[in-house]
Every structure is written in structure tokens, then in C-alpha cells.
């Protein structure tokens, strides 16, 4: 999600005043709004969210991530190559550590507790759901870390009815 703040309005002459069909079928109509939005000289457009369902992120990428100030929503569901490298460098970035507020993490198959342990320095998260993770084993130590890391947690739990593997925590 882009969220556009400020600005100029498009100039036409820029844009040619046309929609560019071609690009929207080669790049899909998510791609082709957000370039869209760029060329239309606004002076700041910010992240808010971002959803890598069924993308082939992974840790390199994640340094494009380091100035995000306004990103409060992240989804990674069936990220093959997530890796618990990945949350740690989440975990780790200044600016997410104070914007994130929901984080969800569901069918990524490489990620155990070391990885998601590292959330626990997302300091305003409120929102974290964990489905479908195999190698995430002892939940209720994780629980109880976030319980610690977050103290301004109201409520923090496992949802029993998840399938096997699944764990979730909220405030």
C-alpha cells in the first residue's frame, strides 16, 4: 500500500495523458499504480504496508527496508526463502522497530523460534499472527518473551484451534 502525502498534482504533459496497457499487462496492475503514482511528482509517498504473499523474498532484500518509517503492516505468507536471518534483520531496524504495528507470518516452512524471538524488539507491535510454521516449536516460551519484550501487552496468547505448528499472539 502506498500512501501518497503532499505533492503537485500530475502533470499531463509528463504522462502523456494516456494509460499505458502494455505496461500494466507486463508489470500487473499493482506495479503499474504504484509507477504510476511515482511519475506523478509526488513530493513523498509512503510505505504503509507491505504484502509479500507467494514472492520469492529473501535476506538481501530486506536492506531495502532500512528507512521505512511509516511501514505498520507486514504480511509474509508462503515465503519459501524467509529464513530466521530475515525476522533478525527485521528486528533489528531502527525505524520498523517503532512503525510496525501488525506483522503476520504464515506458511513460511525455514522460520523457528531464533527468528521469530527477534520480533520481540518490534516495540509498538500490537497484532503478530504465526500459522503454519513447522519449525517454530516451543510456543509458549515465545509467549511468554513477548509477554516480557512487550510489557504494554494486554493479551498475549495461542489460539488453540490453529492447526498443528500454528501459534498466535496479540495485544
Same mark, same amino acid.
Given at each position: 500500500l502506498l !500512501?501518497? /502525502?503532499?505533492?503537485? !498534482?500530475c502533470n499531463p504533459s509528463t504522462l502523456g495523458g494516456r494509460v499505458d496497457y502494455e505496461r500494466i499487462k507486463d508489470v500487473g496492475p499493482d506495479r503499474a499504480a504504484s509507477e504510476w503514482l511515482s511519475r506523478c511528482s509526488l513530493d513523498k509517498y509512503k510505505i504503509q504496508a507491505i504484502d !509479500? $504473499?507467494? $514472492?520469492? +523474498?529473501? %535476506? +538481501?532484500?530486506?536492506? /531495502?527496508?532500512?528507512?521505512?518509517?511509516?511501514?505498520? @503492516?507486514?504480511?509474509?505468507? @508462503?515465503?519459501? #526463502?524467509?529464513?530466521?536471518d530475515c525476522l533478525q534483520k527485521i528486528g533489528q531496524l531502527e525505524k520498523l522497530q517503532k512503525?510496525?504495528?501488525?506483522?503476520? +507470518?504464515?506458511?513460511?516452512? %525455514? +522460520? $523457528?523460534? @531464533?527468528?521469530?524471538i527477534a520480533l520481540s524488539n518490534l516495540r %509498538?507491535? =500490537? #497484532?503478530?499472527?504465526?500459522?503454519?510454521?513447522?519449525?517454530? @516449536?516451543? =510456543?509458549? %516460551?515465545?509467549v511468554q518473551a513477548f509477554k516480557t519484550a512487550l510489557s504494554a501487552a494486554s493479551t498475549l496468547g495461542i489460539k =488453540?484451534?490453529?492447526?498443528?505448528?500454528?501459534?498466535? !499472539?496479540? $495485544?
Open positions: !500512501a501518497g /502525502h503532499g505533492g503537485s !498534482a !509479500a $504473499t507467494d $514472492t520469492c +523474498i529473501m %535476506n +538481501i532484500e530486506f536492506d /531495502h527496508m532500512d528507512d521505512l518509517e511509516h511501514a505498520e @503492516k507486514m504480511r509474509l505468507c @508462503k515465503c519459501h #526463502y524467509i529464513e530466521d512503525s510496525l504495528l501488525e506483522m503476520e +507470518i504464515i506458511s513460511c516452512g %525455514n +522460520i $523457528t523460534d @531464533k527468528g521469530i %509498538n507491535l =500490537k #497484532y503478530l499472527l504465526l500459522s503454519d510454521l513447522p519449525g517454530v @516449536k516451543e =510456543k509458549e %516460551n515465545l =488453540k484451534e490453529e492447526e498443528p505448528g500454528s501459534l498466535m !499472539a496479540f $495485544t
